[in-house]
């Protein structure tokens, strides 16, 4: 072999070797095909180590809340499973996780109209208790679990003022002067009106003179002040000299 057929040779050399490589490879993993396992249910590092395995590659593409399930279970696969594939491909999995924490918003100490609308964005249930006290009809007195809390079942319980009806016992009027009793009635707003035990005369007004003798709602009684329909007190009087 003369020195023009070596350098010949020689130059065809890197085509060689690579149509060499090229059917090295494509008899090692041309026709070579897996069939894709089923990964749908598994926890995520046990699906890692099967594809691991197979010479797969796993991709996590997306995440997905799933409180009936522990975090980390594969819920669906691409490709499929029980279909073939090659080696080295990539496998595409979407798993669950948790859902986040509901945090009880604070609702104590405001009015029903201002709380409900808070509880439907953040999807609470609630169970309304009503209550006697002397807050506002409708106003949030307290509340169960209290602001911060994780809710675990997003329902709350509310205790709510029934209004500032006030169960008193009703004052003994009888012999005070009836200018006093009619301020101090007008004063918390409770309509009065006044009979005179004789006639008198169309213009006549009351002075310290005149005294009550009986009085309806009777002294000792009990009764509910209602702020948005005011106590009706009758007074019977008689005028002293």
């Known amino acids: 072999m003369n020195l023009t057929h070596l350098k010949h040779l020689l130059w ?45 590659n796993p991709r996590l593409v997306s995440t997905k809340e799933m409180a009936n399930l522990p975090a980390g279970t594969v819920l669906s ?14 496998v595409y999995l979407v798993v669950s996780r948790m859902p986040q924490s ?10 029903m109209e201002h709380i409900l609308p808070t509880l439907k964005t953040a ?5 309304l208790q009503y209550i006697q006290s002397h807050y506002p009809k409708n106003y949030c ?8 809390q994780p809710s675990k079942d997003n329902k709350m319980i509310l205790y709510v003022s029934k209004g500032d009806e006030k169960p008193v016992i009703m ?20 309509q009065v ?6 006639g008198q005369e169309a213009d006549h007004r009351c002075t310290f003179s005149c005294k009550v003798i009986d009085q309806r709602p009777q002294a000792g009684s009990c009764i509910k002040i209602d702020g948005q329909k005011p106590l ?10």
């Open 12 to 56: 065809l050399t890197p085509f060689f070797c690579f149509w060499f490589g090229y059917q090295c490879i494509a008899t090692l993993y041309g026709n070579h095909t897996i069939i894709m396992p089923t990964l749908t249910g598994t926890p995520l590092p046990e699906a890692f180590m099967t594809l691991s395995k197979l010479n797969l």
């Open 77 to 90: 696969q691409t490709p499929a499973p029980q279909t073939k594939i090659k080696p080295q491909q990539t």
């Open 102 to 111: 509901l945090t009880i918003p604070q609702v104590a100490g405001q009015r």
């Open 123 to 127: 999807g609470i249930t609630y169970k």
């Open 141 to 148: 007195i307290a509340q169960l679990p209290t602001a911060g």
């Open 171 to 190: 004052p003994n009027f009888k012999n005070r002067p009836v200018p006093e009793i009619v301020d101090f009635l007008e004063h918390h707003q409770h």
């Open 193 to 198: 009106t006044v009979f005179h035990n004789t």
């Open 232 to 241: 009706h007190v009758q007074l019977q009087v008689a005028q002293y000299s």
